[in-house]
T-cell receptor, first 113, second 112 residues
Framework: AQTVTQSQPEMSVQEAETVTLSCTYD???????LFWYKQPPSRQMILVIR??????QNATENRFSVNFQKAAKSFSLKISDSQLGDTAMYFC??????????FGEGTQLTVNP | EADIYQTPRYLVIGTGKKITLECSQT?????MYWYQQDPGMELHLIHY???????EKGDLSSESTVSRIRTEHFPLTLESARPSHTSQYLC???????????FGPGTRLTVL
């Protein structure tokens, strides 16, 4: 069975600073997908970034980037130039081809002015 | 941006009532999912469907039922609501061959 672990229940960062959220996973599969979703106070789940395991290049979406370490089974999210609107619960998620999403426990990020 | 809708957004109801949570998507996605999420907690898959007339139970046992008569519509029904059903219910969809799931805004259910 696949598991996803987010070891940081809460984090905070000052506006305009950079913050990194950690995620590790466990799988015996070789082909899979990894995601970061954010859930602001509105409770809607919003896709932030996705990574395909067969791609060595780290995914980037504007201020959001990942550090994907396949051998270490690590998938951290870096948020640069943090904004107040980044305050949300962030979930790391994992999926093998054709299967279902497995979510981590979430990290509550607070961006302070 | 994904077009997936859930109604109602908020529902407060008494014990024993039958309720149906609606989920619709206009993207023609063949796969649809229902997740249950308690406040501050991770999401748990309770039902999924890979196409019309196909439904399966997810990882978390649930007393709810689902149906998939039309591609765009995936309602969830509770025959007799109980306080233990109080939670947020999130619907999602994706298309075969693509891995990304898109989520609706959720329904926050409170059973008194």
């Amino acid at each position: 069975a696949q598991t996803v672990t987010q070891s940081q229940p809460e984090m905070s960062v000052q506006e305009a600073e950079t913050v990194t959220l950690s995620c590790t996973y466990d799988t015996s599969e070789n082909n899979y997908y990894l995601f970061w979703y954010k859930q602001p106070p509105s409770r809607q789940m919003i896709l932030v970034i996705r990574q395909e395991a067969y791609k060595q290049q780290n995914a980037t979406e504007n201020r959001f980037s990942v550090n994907f370490q396949k051998a270490a089974k690590s998938f951290s999210l870096k948020i640069s130039d943090s904004q107040l609107g980044d305050t949300a619960m962030y979930f790391c998620a994992f999926m093998t081809s054709g299967s279902r999403l497995t979510f981590g426990e979430g990290t509550q990020l607070t961006v302070n002015p | 941006e994904a077009d997936i809708y859930q109604t109602p957004r908020y529902l407060v109801i008494g014990t024993g009532k039958k309720i149906t949570l609606e989920c619709s998507q206009t993207m023609g996605h063949d796969k649809m999912y229902w997740y249950q999420q308690d406040p501050g907690m991770e999401l748990h898959l309770i039902h999924y469907s890979y196409g019309v007339n196909s439904t399966e139970k997810g990882d978390l046992s649930s007393e709810s039922t689902v149906s998939r008569i039309r591609t765009e519509h995936f309602p969830l029904t509770l025959e007799s609501a109980r306080p233990s059903h109080t939670s947020q219910y999130l619907c999602a969809s994706s298309t075969t061959g693509a891995d990304t799931q898109y989520f609706g805004p959720g329904t926050r259910l409170t059973v008194l």
